[in-house]
């Protein structure tokens, strides 16, 4: 079975600097998707970036971008310029290509990271 | 164009009685899932409904149940509640191999 660990429950930033969270998984899969989830005091879980395994290029959105390294099974995200909007939880994900019947592979969540950003 | 919806956004139970939880996928969506999410804790898979059918089911007891309405639409049903099944309860949708979009919630507390 998929695990995902996420080793820093919590983790503090300077707001204007940079933060790195740490998730490492467990999978005997080739191809997958990765993903990182913010989730604020709101409780609405936003897609903050994805990544497929058979993509060698890290992928970037604005000031978040991954460094995933497949033989090593880790997937980091760094947050630039961190703001203090993105004082949230962060939860890395990991899904299957694909699941039973048709349907798409389930989320496999870890524990999350609480991430404070000070002004 | 309205994303993921569920009501109700809280309520309030006691041990014994049953809760049935609804969710209405963001427009164009084919494929319904469901996590728990205990207090501090990351979301946790219950079951995924596509075509009307559950078929994915995550480790949980028959106690929860669901169902996929023609128009795609959701229910989370669970009967004899206990005390441990307090969590805010995510309900998300997505087509075919997609993104899934999660909604607010619904918070459930048995008492």
């Known amino acids: 079975a998929q695990t995902v660990t996420q080793s820093q429950p919590e983790m503090s930033v300077q707001e204007a600097e940079t933060v790195t969270l740490s998730c490492t998984y467990d999978t005997s899969e080739s191809d997958y998707y990765l993903f990182w989830y913010k989730q604020p005091p709101s409780r609405q879980m936003i897609l903050v970036i994805r990544q497929e395994a058979y993509k060698q290029q890290n992928a970037t959105e604005n000031r978040f971008s991954v460094n995933f390294q497949k033989a090593a099974k880790s997937f980091s995200l760094k947050i630039s310029d961190s703001q203090l909007g993105d004082a949230a939880m962060y939860f890395c994900?990991?899904?299957?290509?694909?699941?039973?019947?048709?349907?798409?592979?389930?989320?496999?969540f870890g524990k999350g990271t609480k991430l404070s950003v000070k002004p | 164009d309205a994303g993921v919806t569920q009501s109700p956004t809280h309520l309030i139970k006691t041990r014994g009685q049953q809760v049935t939880l609804r969710c209405s996928p963001k427009s164009g969506h084919d494929t319904v899932s469901w996590y728990q999410q205990a207090l501090g804790q990351g979301p946790q898979f219950i079951f995924q409904?596509?075509?009307?059918?559950?078929?994915q089911r995550g480790n949980f007891p028959d106690r929860f149940s669901g169902h996929q309405f023609p128009n795609y639409s959701s229910e989370l049903n669970v009967n004899a509640l206990l005390l441990g099944d307090s969590a805010l309860y995510l309900c998300a949708s997505s087509l075919a191999y997609n993104e899934q979009f999660f909604g607010p919630g619904t918070r459930l507390t048995v008492l």
């Open positions: 409904y596509y075509e009307e059918e559950e078929r």
């Open positions: 994900a990991y899904r299957n290509l694909g699941g039973y019947g048709g349907s798409q592979g389930n989320l496999i």
